[in-house]
């Protein structure tokens, strides 16, 4: 029989679970860190990992220097006249900390309850390796139906500094028809999810300075300035009573939502009560005027990430310190630009410290906010697909996450992105005990084989 | 000759400058660091170390157990009819920290430029042990004219939880006549100095709890509570505009300078450009409507000694912490009760925490605020002692820092306190590179011997 003639279920019988789970497992036991260069050895053996196995599907792979933490590059282009697809995916996971929040070690996978419990058991090596494992399905029923490149990168979540070099030295190779990427959650555990929005990202480092030296605050307390003050005071500052950043300029060109969008959500399954409970909350505190969807998808933030200063350890150390700092990140909507956004704070913050200290707001990383068109035949290939799997049409939503390199795929490469997403957010992606579902590995796994079969149509 | 035709001079030339300093850095090696009770053995070495050294001097010392660091206890009780002093200082220092900031390591003392650099140099070891040096100079003139108690504890910088049952326990034994204390700073480095009065404390932690688990901030931002950006928002709140506390009741029944006091200080030579500079800031910000001295000896103040939360480390982690902490620590002035400002902030911080959080504020120590009678004949014989080192007579200040012992010695003992100071603010206690000029340790010891004699006549 040919892969046109397949129904749901045919290829869910073919799928060898134990082995699917095995190979992720020795991939997730890999402590693949990007943001600590203690860990650069463990990205090469990761990336060594994904080149071998993609050799053994028969494709052209390599591992690339990029400057950075390497890329995966390889493809499988034996389907003349039929689409190219593009899979992208990253290696490379958030730090661990904190370590001693988690019930098993982060980089010993663990099957609880039916998940897997592993540092990046979901974001994204267990999503970037379902598509590894659907194409491996896909071939046990002949040939495959569509040109397929991989582009796994290990930078991700350092906001990918070296991927867009990476991919204009190599953009006639990366060429494609579409480009998928599975890197985040789906709505609800049995709701298919298209996502067409991404949030974007401007990430900044606040520091402020006080004294030449710590000081005795009994000493010095009443004249000398207090750094970690005067920086709680600018993060205070940084928004109003009714949830909105002060910063100047900060919401000019922002896209609204439409009706047709507001409507759409408010008909999606969301308690947000529930909502609530599930991260052990008593509120849900934000922008004013917009529901939760919208404030979490629709609308910008600006959260404090870390902050240090002074004395942290046991006991009661009576000390003015010299210096303090935070880690600030703000999502973005459509009609922000990430680099203009981190211009506006830079500019801000200094215009908001109180007297006798100096600031500094360092950018750190950015990502541009995206929206993509829902009327695709890309979009209803996918559509098919999930549809296949759960049995039911997708749901269209967007997510409060950043993706930058989607942007870098529309600039560069010209090709239309595809979110298929395998995820849920209760699978606590850069908290300690993330974990991923074996049923939406798997299940993810069958996704990405029949969308490269629809896609192939 | 006998000690009373003394004149200034006399016992200089007996001063062994070698040994005395060769002695006090065997003492400044031992990292006695309180807070941290991984010290602990080090704080009981550094006890055994005076005890040892003053039986020497033909003490009955010992050591003893408090339930918490030991104090030492010693003394030479033969000049019948004569006055007694209590002689008060501690061989527990602060901790080290941020240790990377010392120029030298902070537990081996090192000479440059005529000062002594080393933990514990000015606080108080340094200026406990010129006490030390005091009586020994002394002996060499004959028999002590008064009789001698020494109490060394080693738990002042963790705020002396142990010290009073301890004085209860040995009320009679610790019987004196004047007690006195060096364990602060003179005005200026050629300004003999009398202290009249200390500032109390209220030392507490400040926690605020967000979601049960460190989230995404791209799935979260803009729903999740932020404990961070709340925990800001409090601190921000705890502070007006003029730099007023704005607890409720804060202020209330506060003892108010008087014209006298804010007359003799503002005749002293005090620079506030100077000040600004020494420490390296562009401006000394604090209550309206005070000057710096005023605002350093007289008001009260609430500053954040040190505060933590989400990620700490290299690179930009994209995560909403599960919870963040502050330790805030308020200097009160006679009039403000610490326990009743403690409960007063305990009440007033849930009440202006943000929705979504919750709060709890933890009492660490305190110390009750203190002024004493600057007429009293033991303030008339420090005075002239101060004269016969320095030439000039003294000033009266008071000082910012707290010594939440002598209330208790206050209390318990019953006995009137002297504070004579030796060191100096840029000795920098509590911050790294802490130091104590020779010159000073070596008129401390000329001070502590000329002041016992005094005492005696």
């Known amino acids: 029989m040919t892969s046109t003639d397949l129904t ?8 060898n679970r134990e ?19 203690s860990h650069k050895e463990d990205l090469v053996r990761a990336a060594e990992f994904l080149r071998v196995k993609l050799e053994s599907l028969g494709f052209t792979a390599r591992v690339d220097e990029t400057g950075g933490h390497p890329a995966v590059y390889a493809e499988h282009l034996k389907a003349p006249g039929k689409p190219t697809v593009l899979l992208y995916g990253h290696y490379d996971v958030q730090p661990e900390a ?55 990168e290990g930078e991700e979540e350092i906001g990918s500094p070296s991927i867009v070099p990476y991919l204009q030295a190599h953009r006639e190779e990366l060429q494609a028809d579409v480009i ?53 005071e ?67 933030t600006l959260d404090v990430n870390g902050i240090w200063g002074g004395y942290q350890g046991e006991g009661s150390k009576t000390v003015i310190a010299a210096k303090a700092g935070a880690k600030v990140s703000m999502r973005l909507v459509p009609g922000q630009d990430p680099d203009r956004i981190t ?29 993509f068109d829902t009327s695709s035949t890309y979009v209803k290939a996918a559509d098919r697909a999930l549809e296949r799997v759960y049995g039911k049409p997708a749901v269209f939503a967007r997510t409060g996450g950043s993706i930058p390199i989607v942007a870098s795929f529309a600039e560069i490469l010209k090709s239309p992105v595809l979110f298929v997403d395998m995820g ?14 074996l049923a939406d590995y798997h299940n993810g796994i069958l996704t990405s084989a029949y969308l490269l079969e629809e896609l192939g149509k």
């Open 8 to 15: 749901p279920g045919d290829l869910s019988s073919a799928l």
């Open 343 to 371: 211009r506006l704070i830079q500019e801000y913050v200094p215009t908001i410290a109180p007297a006798g200290v100096t600031v500094e707001v360092r950018a750190l990383h950015g990502g541009q906010p995206i929206k």
């Open 180 to 232: 998928v990427i599975s890197d985040g959650s789906r709505f609800a555990a049995d709701v298919p999810t298209i996502t067409y929005g991404v949030r974007g990202l401007s990430y900044v480092e606040i520091h402020v300075q006080g004294a030449n030296r710590d000081l005795h605050s009994g000493s010095y307390g009443g004249a000398a300035p207090n750094p970690i003050n005067a920086l709680c």
């Open 424 to 437: 849920l957010n209760e699978d606590a992606p850069h908290s300690p005990n993330e974990s991923f579902a």
């Open 98 to 152: 904190p370590l001693e929040e988690w019930v098993t070690p982060p980089f010993e996978p663990t099957v609880r309850d039916g998940r897997i419990y592993a540092r990046g058991s979901t974001d994204d090596k267990g999503q970037a390796y379902a598509h590894v494992r659907g194409v491996e399905l896909l071939q046990t029923q002949g040939e495959l139906p569509v040109n397929i490149k991989f582009l796994l």
């Open 234 to 300: 600018i993060i205070a500052r940084l928004k109003d009573d009714h949830g909105r950043v002060t910063i100047p300029g900060f919401y000019d060109g922002i896209e609204e939502l439409t009706g047709e969008e507001r409507e759409m959500w408010a008909s999606l399954p969301q308690d947000d009560d529930a909502f609530a409970q599930s991260i052990g909350v008593s509120a849900l505190p934000g922008e004013d005027g917009y529901s939760v969807l919208e404030r979490l998808w629709g609308r910008p």
């Open 19 to 37: 082995q699917a789970e095995a190979e992720l497992f020795e991939l997730l036991r890999i402590p693949s860190v990007s943001a600590d260069p």
